[in-house]
């Protein structure tokens, strides 16, 4: 049996697994430029992880924005998909967000994966768009 862990990325080796899990889903799988994929919100995000015996298996990261949090970066391995993963860290960044009095969780989400965010309880906001060369649309989860 496997032991999973939901938390905030912990010292260098678990940050940089999670911004090379990021590289492999949006740079190699997505064909995201590398110059976009990575930027200077990164240093000063919370970056959480979900470390399966030991391995960084999905990430996501957060920023704080006065009442919001904006969510991002949401990324899933290959290997670990459709296991639940990416609902657990929406509700440990809901958890978080919550714990410090944030009135929503803002994200721009791949339009293929709105279903995801829409079971978490996110709804649209606006139209779709290009961003990377992908179509997003903006969602967001009010909490307050």
């Known amino acids: ?12 080796a ?16 997505q064909g995201v430029p590398l110059s976009l994929e990575v930027d200077d919100h990164d240093p000063i995000a919370t970056h959480l992880v979900v470390v399966e015996d030991g391995r960084v298996v ?15 970066r949401l990324a899933v391995a290959h290997d670990a998909r459709r296991r639940g993963l990416a609902r657990l ?17 803002v994200l721009s989400a791949q339009t293929y994966a709105r279903e995801l965010y829409r079971a978490a309880g ?16 903006v969602m967001e989860l009010r909490l307050a």
């Open 1 to 12: 049996m496997s032991t999973v862990e939901v938390r905030a990325a912990c010292g260098e």
């Open 14 to 29: 678990e940050l940089c697994a999670a911004m090379a899990l990021r590289q492999d889903v949006f740079v190699a799988e």
């Open 58 to 72: 999905a990430t996501t990261r957060l920023l704080d924005a006065g009442d919001v949090v904006k969510l991002g």
């Open 89 to 105: 860290l929406l509700e440990e960044s809901e958890r978080r967000a919550r714990a410090g009095s944030k009135a929503w969780i």
């Open 122 to 137: 996110y709804v649209e906001r606006g139209g779709p768009f290009m961003e990377a060369g992908i179509e997003h649309v």
